[in-house]
């Protein structure tokens, strides 16, 4: 089991930055995948990018690739997404996932274990 727990979403203005933290809880966030995922209103959840075991492979969404970028911290079961260059169109509720496996990908159902979610708000 593994309990996923973000923070870090806010109100920003175009162009800013925020940087979300997924803390996991158990003894196993090494072995997990993570990803992040993300909900606008009115929209399907999509996938943002994605971050392998030992955070050396990192995959991104086009809509994101070069303003977005994960990373992880094993020893402190955390799981990061730093968001630069924001634009009106990132506004959504930004979810972490865990996915039991070498590589979750960008289909939702490949993860098992979800975060409550955390709203990122860009004003134009």
């Known amino acids: 089991q593994v309990q996923l727990v973000e923070s870090g979403g806010g109100l920003v203005q175009a162009g800013g930055s925020l940087r979300l933290s997924c803390t996991a809880s158990g003894r196993t966030f090494s072995s997990y995948f993570m990803g992040w995922f993300r909900q606008a209103p009115g929209k399907e959840r999509e996938f943002v990018g994605g971050?392998?075991?030992?955070?050396?492979?990192?995959y991104y969404a086009d809509s994101v690739k070069g303003r977005f970028t994960i990373s992880r911290d094993n020893a402190k079961n955390t799981v990061y997404l730093q968001l630069n260059s924001l634009k009106p169109e990132d506004t959504a509720v930004y979810y972490c996932?865990?996915?039991?496996?070498?590589?979750?990908?960008?289909?939702?159902?490949?993860?098992?274990?979800w975060g409550q979610g955390t709203q990122v708000t860009v004003s134009s």
């Open positions: 996932a865990a996915a039991p496996s070498y590589y979750g990908g960008d289909y939702d159902r490949n993860y098992g274990y």
């Open positions: 971050i392998g075991w030992s955070g050396a492979s990192t």
